[in-house]
Structures are given as C-alpha cells and as structure tokens.
C-alpha cells in the first residue's frame, strides 16, 4: 500500500480523496482514494487538512484532498451586530465554527441550536463541506478535536 508522507499546497493532483472533517485531522489512518484505491495517511504529526490540500504519496503522486458534504447548521442573523453576538456565544463554548461572510457554520447541536435561536439566530440545516476556523490554540500540542476527547486546552471539555 502506498504512503501519503507530507501535505502541501499546490502540485498538480493525480487524484482525489474526499474526507469528513473528523479524518481530516489525522496523523495516521487508512484512506481510500475517490478511485478506489487505499492509501495509508502516515504523517509525521497529526494535521488539519483543508480542502484544497495535496496529498504527497511517497511515489511522487499527489491526491487533492477535497472536504466532504456532512451535517451542519447555517447559522444566519437579521444584522451584523447579532452576526457577531451568535459568533461570540459559539467561540465562548470552543465551538469549531466556519466563518462566512453572511453567516456562521457548525455541527448539529440541540442544545447549541436552541441557544443561537433563543439569542435571535435562523438556522438552516443541510448538508455541506464543514471546514472550521482554527484558532489560537490550534497549532501546537492541543487542538478542539471531538473525536479525541479534549477541547482545545486539554483539559477534557470540548
């Protein structure tokens, strides 16, 4: 099985792989490629990867890493201030949140989303690439990734 051992931005992909946000932040994993082929994820330390990363296989090749469409909620506001108020609330609780420039996205939550109603927020759910801002503490030892168990001071709140 061929390795993917680096990530950069550009090159010319042979290839694609479309991933979830939760397996765009490995170091290791198995993969399987938009044409079918497995490919082991072996970086040197766990990354983010975003949409519109490469892939670099120890072959030379690079696989187009392409954000899959997921559940997430649109999170749209009558103004800006009340934009900017809904923001708050979300980065207050770390919440891994996309920033448009119109609206805000993040993953269903029943309790979120009650809150972000009840604080003036429309919500639109769908399906979408869900592709969040990474804040201060997102490069370094810790990161606000659910699937690890530990929020982004490590201190087991997510």
Do not use: C
């Amino acid at each position: 099985m061929v390795r993917a051992v680096a990530v950069e931005a550009g090159g010319e992909p042979a290839g694609s792989v479309t991933l979830t946000y939760d397996d765009r932040h490995r170091r290791r994993m198995t993969l399987r490629t938009d044409a079918g082929e497995t490919v082991l994820l072996d970086l040197p330390e766990a990354r983010h990867l975003h949409e519109g990363d490469r892939l670099v296989l120890e072959d030379g090749r690079r696989l187009l890493v392409r954000a899959a469409e997921e559940p997430v909620v649109d999170v749209v506001a009558d103004d800006p201030r009340t934009l900017a108020r809904l923001a708050w609330h979300l980065g207050n609780r770390h919440t891994p949140a996309q920033i448009f420039p119109d609206r805000l996205r993040i993953r269903p939550d029943h309790v979120l989303e009650a809150m972000l109603e009840g604080l003036g927020g429309r919500l639109e759910r769908k399906r979408a690439p869900f592709d969040p801002e990474h804040g201060a503490y997102a490069h370094g030892h810790a990161h606000a990734d659910p699937a690890h168990g530990h929020g982004p001071h490590g201190h087991g709140h997510g």
